[in-house]
Nanobody, 128 residues
Framework: QVQLVESGGASVQAGGSLRLSCAAS????????MGWFRQAPGKEREGVAR????????AYADSVKGRFTVSPDNANNTLYLQMDSLKPEDSAVYFC?????????????????????WGPGTQVTVSS
């Protein structure tokens, strides 16, 4: 079955960097849409970035554009999120999510689409 496991979360100072990993298994990596999301305490979950693995078509939320970079490692079925110039407002639990390009009535790869598979999350804390 599909499994996603995030790792790499940590506590860092503002301006620092982290690289999150999402180890994926149970599906053909290149045919899926995958996303990174985050949720801070008391806030709604928000999309950070998404990628259609097959075409490497990538989109970022405005709040992280130019600071975060998504990259897939197809050989190891792992999705990375490189986070640079971290700010305290980036503090959150970060989740990776996956969906077949077509799932149910929806076809496409957007941050707002339904994602049926989620990892348990990894905590990122950025102190000022």
């Amino acid at each position: 079955q599909v499994q996603l496991v995030e790792s790499g979360g940590a506590s860092v100072q503002a301006g620092g960097s982290l690289r999150l990993s999402c180890a994926a298994s149970g599906f053909t990596f290149s045919t899926y849409c995958m996303g990174w999301f985050r949720q801070a305490p008391g806030k709604e979950r928000e999309g950070v970035a998404r990628i259609y693995i097959g075409s490497r078509n990538i989109a970022y939320a405005d709040s992280v554009k130019g600071r975060f970079t998504v990259s897939p490692d197809n050989a190891n079925n792992t999705l990375y999120l490189q986070m640079d110039s971290l700010k305290p407002e980036d503090s959150a639990v970060y989740f990776c999510a996956a969906s077949p390009y077509c799932h149910g009535d929806f076809c496409g790869c957007t941050m707002g689409r339904p994602y049926p598979y989620w990892g348990p999350g990894t905590q990122v804390t950025v102190s000022s």
